[in-house]
T-cell receptor, first 116, second 113 residues
Framework: SQKIEQNSEALNIQEGKTATLTCNYT??????LQWYRQDPGRGPVFLLL?????KEKRKERLKVTFDTTLKQSLFHITASQPADSATYLC???????????????FGGGTRLMVKP | NAGVTQTPKFQVLKTGQSMTLQCAQD?????MYWYRQDPGMGLRLIYY???????DKGEVPNGYNVSRLNKREFSLRLESAAPSQTSVYFC????????????FGPGTRLLVL
């Protein structure tokens, strides 16, 4: 079956350090991969989209890598700040449009806590 | 622009009661979605509408119905609520169904007793 895994345990880091979050998947052949941020009590907010033929994407302090051989994406926040504390979700956009299983599918998210 | 709006924000139902969750977007998006989010389960797609006039089942459609009223509005109906439907419900929209950013509403917290 198709599966997306994100570390369910919270990631605690010190302010100023680089946070690295992992998204692993099995039995997918995604055309795109997206990362979203979700604050408590609010809906997810889009951060970055990376395509299957892109190895890396950057936006300000954020960097996403996408390794289709390892079936893994890494999400980095450099010079982290307490305001970066949130849950981060990865989502796969499968290659084929078709039945319900082939729509954008989300991982369970990883909670990041940045301590001052 | 308000983006994606949802009503109500919070609702308590008794088992067997029915209700409709409302969603509207003002971004002229073609595609709209309903998700539920449960602890440890992530976001799961209930139903989606790739374009006005079409609706399709997602991963967990049982116990729900939807209506794409027009391009702006997409409602989710629980005909006979069950405690297993206690969850946070999110509506989202995107320009097209594939390879696009999804914009989410603030969510509806539903408690079924």
């Amino acid at each position: 079956s198709q599966k997306i895994e994100q570390n369910s345990e919270a990631l605690n880091i010190q302010e100023g350090k680089t946070a690295t979050l992992t998204c692993n998947y099995t039995n997918y052949s995604p055309a795109y991969l997206q990362w979203y941020r979700q604050d408590p009590g609010r809906g997810p907010v889009f951060l970055l989209l990376i395509r299957e033929n892109e190895k890396e994407k950057r936006k300000e302090r954020l960097k996403v890598t996408f390794d289709t051989t390892l079936k893994q994406s890494l999400f980095h926040i450099t010079a982290s700040q307490p305001a970066d504390s949130a849950t981060y979700l990865c989502a796969l956009d499968p290659r084929l449009l078709g039945d319900a299983g082939n729509m954008l599918t989300f991982g369970g998210g990883t909670r990041l806590m940045v301590k001052p | 622009n308000a983006g994606v709006t949802q009503t109500p924000k919070f609702q308590v139902l008794k088992t067997g009661q029915s209700m409709t969750l409302q969603c509207a977007q003002d971004m002229n998006h073609n595609s709209m979605y309903w998700y539920r989010q449960d602890p440890g389960m992530g976001l799961r797609l209930i139903y989606y509408s790739a374009s006005e006039g079409t609706t399709d089942k997602g991963e967990v459609p049982n116990g729900y119905n939807v209506s794409r009223l027009n391009k702006r509005e997409f409602s989710l109906r629980l005909e006979s609520a069950a405690p297993s439907q206690t969850s946070v419900y999110f509506c989202a929209s995107s320009v097209e169904p594939r390879g696009q950013t999804q914009y989410f509403g603030p969510g509806t917290r539903l408690l079924v007793l």
